[in-house]
């Protein structure tokens, strides 16, 4: 299956999902996770009309974005970001989902500033507690956000988290769950930021995440196929 064809039969999916479920179509957003992914792959899906790329690796998200010279595109960057990046991505990006510290916040409102942009996040928080996962954990989360939400050039959309088990969609719900609460019961911190936005659920549980509320879901394998390996 191309993936012109992967990505017309899961948004058919998709949408029969949101229409069982009764939600509003408009709240909610596929991400094409395209991490080592060629160019080619996010040209056939931005023909059907799809403008959410989602990339996990600065140098790959600037590559590709310089590459493709298209400002329909809305890049979202997924992945772990270093402090000692934050410079080349602020102002690139649509949406960052990966903070998780309060020093990359701090840094990145500082960048922004400088540049001259306000840069657009989620928070990633590890709701599952493990030791080995990035993100908040809960309890930093909710120390840090009122300062979080302070910070002058981040405009805060929402949450965002990865549960452990991608493979496990029921094991999964109930840290969707947590994160659709955590985002509702926090709401009276973050003053007038959109505070709207949950990313989360991938190819193997999208479903059980829309479920529980999803605005975003980052799906990369059941669009493009497997990944090929990256490149160290
Ligand atoms: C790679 C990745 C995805 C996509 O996962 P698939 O299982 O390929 O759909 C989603 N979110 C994050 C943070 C990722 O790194």
Redesign the pocket.
Known sequence: MSAREAFLSLKKQVDVKIAELKRNPATVRLLA?S?LQPVEKIMELRKESQFDFGE?YVQELLLKQDSLTDSAIRWHL??HLQKNKVKQVVGRCHLIHSVDSFELAEMLSRKAADHGSTERILLQVNVGGEATKEGFSVESFKEVLPQIATLSNLELHGLMT?PPL?NHAEANRAHFRRLRELLESTRFQVGTHPWNELSMG???DWETALEEGATIL?????LFGARPAKKV
């Open positions: 996770v991490k996990n997924i992945g990865m991608e991938t190819s193997h980052r799906l990369g394998t059941v």
